[in-house]
């Protein structure tokens, strides 16, 4: 109630400070335009007097003048008329006037009266007249003038009024407004905010719906987002309470983002964490008129972001959206998520030889297929690692300069991308704590070895005090091609090696996604089937059955193996046909590079292959969606899907598996994966299948179709826990902790003088 009287009493002043400054502004215009009309119609007379008086004027007749004078001095505001010489004195006037006109007017000699008509105010006691000369000329010579007296005190009396009633009117304005206005402050703002009060009470005891009806106004969105991200908030919070609560109960520990942050900030002990990879969070585009933010759905961004948000560190990525350079600040940075910001994005630009040379070529044409052994022929070209070795360097450049004013600072690199990164930030920052993650496999010696830089790729990894693979048997690749290729000692019975003085751990941290929390009950079957029914009606189909896979479309993901198992699947069980439809989720990528254009167009080739050949009426076997989908589009697939099917020729970990796995919350749907993914390694309830074997692959679909619900429960069941209990906050714990306690190496006297004068190398040049 207060609050309303305070704003109805602001309302009210304010209003009526308006309403007197209008007001007044009313009487001003009002007695300027009485003032200019009695000035006009003073000329009139004149000029009428005037012409009346020039003839008897030049004939020096008194008697016609008194009578002139007699006839126009009488009328409305009007205190009488004058007539004067050539010399400015006066011959006739109206009786009473003497006072006024005693002062001779200007005369022939002076030029106020002769060009034109003068108007001037005089003085009559406490009152003004108004006076308006005008000369006379008979047969072109100056004879004298005529001058009218206008009384002027009605302006001011009518002014007065105007004020009264200016102020009459105000005061009415003002007290209807103001109930008006706490009528509708009581309507239109105290309803919603009660609603949204008592909402919030609601969530805080537990009770709340999870979609409140929130103020919809422009005026309440502001809050009424903050409102919505607050009880979000409190829901999670309070799940992750209720989940460690559960887990401690069993005598197990939940990973959350919150016991992330906890553990995090304890093991830098006041240090700053920094990341460097390729792919950046989030991506600004064009959109027509407007900038709209792409997160990619992308695994490593999946495992890096919940340490950054946790810590409040720098992602160094390079910023390849079109928009991207419109939103940072003038250091290139950027505070990300927009609500709240919780880390910062530091972009680097790229021209596009360095990234057709960096990324397309060397990385991707060279790396990519020779780690995966996916039999594509790897490339290699002396022009992209020219291009590599000067992109890393860059990156390094970059990195050294936000660690600038860091004391023992914690680097995390990402991937293959960056590969030399670690030995150029080491050299420069003893100090530092540098890990690496390969996020994908590391092949045996021999493969690895037809590559020309292999020495230089190894070096520069061993420049990490931590290196991190999905799994253990990438781990021994990797021990085993450096002891084959560089003069070093492998520590195998702690899986670590030393060289030039420098000692570099090799560990597995099998990378996981964050598994959600807060759902108390299980969804109903009911609830999957309608959500099946309306993803099959926006896709134009009529099916039964849903099988889903959703990956990049890259030759390493087993796509094409895929469709020819769903083609060999309705031969063997036609019972099927009609029923069951394949939705391919597939993102293109890397479509600079002739092969993925290549496998695009076999892909969709295939699909309408396989379409033509069984297709009848609104059903058909196979969708290929080519395009991305956000995440929340994709789970929508995953909790509707019978079957998820990954089938990947080689694998570092594959987290689409595990995506589909915490998405289903209802307990239900197959998965169907590759033996060759590490995520093979811990899903072993999954129904593991060798992606070259196309009768294998059939009769798993067949098999995950046919199953039924209580062994499909059990499945997801066991699969479920191992995704929750090691989700991506515990792999980000893990590294952190594994890095944390690596002793660094004393600082250098280049490190000594970084720290001293906050300057860094303009460019680190990797040792020969």
Known sequence: MRLSLRLVAALIVSIAAISVVFAGLQVWSAKRRRRSDLEMEARSLAERLAQAAERPLARDSRPDLDRIVEQFGHGEHLAGVAIYDAQGYPL?????????????????????????????????GRDKLLVYALALQFNHRFVGSVAVFCQTDFIETLSDRTWIEALARAFVQVTLIALATLLIVRWSMRGPIRRTAQWLRETRTGSASPAPQLPEEDLFKPLSRE?????????????????????????????????????????????????????????????????????????????????????????????????????????????????????????????????????YGFSNEGLWPLCHIAHTRPLFRADDWACYQEVNSKFADIALEEMRDTHQPFLL?????????????????????????????????????????????????????????????????????????????????????????????????????????????????????????????????????????????????????????????????????????????????????????????????????????????????????????????????????????VTSLHDGMNLVAKEFVAARDDEQGVLVLSRFTGAAHDLQDALLVNPYDTEQLADAIALALDMDADERGLRMQQMRRTVRENNAYRWAANLISELSEIRVEKATDTASAIATTGSVPTKVTMPS
Request: hydrophobic share 40%; charged share 25%; proline share 5%.
């Open 413 to 645: 690199v990402q991937d293959y991308h960056f590969a030399l990164v670690p030995r150029l930030v080491k050299t420069a920052r003893p100090d530092a704590r540098v890990a690496i993650f390969w996020h994908i496999p590391w092949p045996n010696p021999q493969a690895f070895g037809i590559c020309p830089w292999q020495n230089e790729l190894l070096d520069g990894l061993l420049g990490a005090d931590l290196i991190g693979f999905h799994i253990q048997s990438h781990c021994n690749y990797f021990l085993e091609t450096v002891d084959d290729a560089l003069e070093s000692r492998v520590d195998w019975e702690h899986f670590a090696v030393e060289r030039g003085g420098h000692r570099t751990l090799v560990r597995p941290f099998p990378v996981s996604v964050a598994f959600p929390e807060g759902r108390s009950e299980l969804p109903s079957t009911n609830s999957v089937y309608l959500l099946r029914s309306e993803l099959f009606k926006r896709l134009g189909v009529e099916a039964a059955f849903m099988g889903i896979g959703v990956d990049r479309v890259d030759y390493t993901k087993g796509i094409l193996e895929r469709f020819r198992a769903v083609e060999r699947f309705l031969e063997k069980r036609p019972a099927y046909r009609g029923r069951f439809t394949f939705v391919q989720i597939g993102a293109p990528s890397r479509t600079h590079i002739k092969r993925y254009l290549d496998l695009l167009d076999e892909a969709e080739a295939d699909a309408q292959r396989i379409n033509a050949r069984f297709q009848a009426g609104r059903w058909k076997p196979l969708v290929f969606l080519k395009r991305h989908h956000s995440h929340e589009e994709i789970e929508e697939y995953y909790k509707a899907a019978d079957v998820c099917m």
């Open 227 to 359: 409102v919505a991200h607050l009880a979000r908030s409190l829901r999670e919070a309070r799940a992750v309470a209720e989940a460690e609560a559960r887990l401690r109960e069993a005598g197990e520990s939940l990973w959350t983002a919150d016991r992330l942050g906890i553990h995090v900030r304890d093991k830098l002990q006041g240090g700053t964490l920094f990341a460097v990879s390729n792919r950046e969070p989030l991506i600004h585009v064009h959109r027509q008129d407007t900038i709209e933010v792409m997160v990619p759905a992308s695994g490593l961004v999946t495992a890096m972001e919940p340490i950054l948000r946790a810590c409040d560190g720098t992602w160094i990525a390079h910023g390849s959206g079109d928009a991207d350079a419109e939103v940072v600040d003038a250091h290139d940075h950027l505070r990300v998520p927009a609500q709240p910001p919780q880390y910062t994005l530091r972009r680097v630009w790229l021209s596009s030889e360095e990234e057709g040379g960096y990324y």
């Open 92 to 124: 006739s006037l109206t009786s009473g006037l003497q006072p006024l006109v005693a002062v001779r007017l200007p005369s022939a000699e002076e030029e106020a009266v002769q060009i034109r008509g003068h108007a001037t105010f005089v003085a009559n």
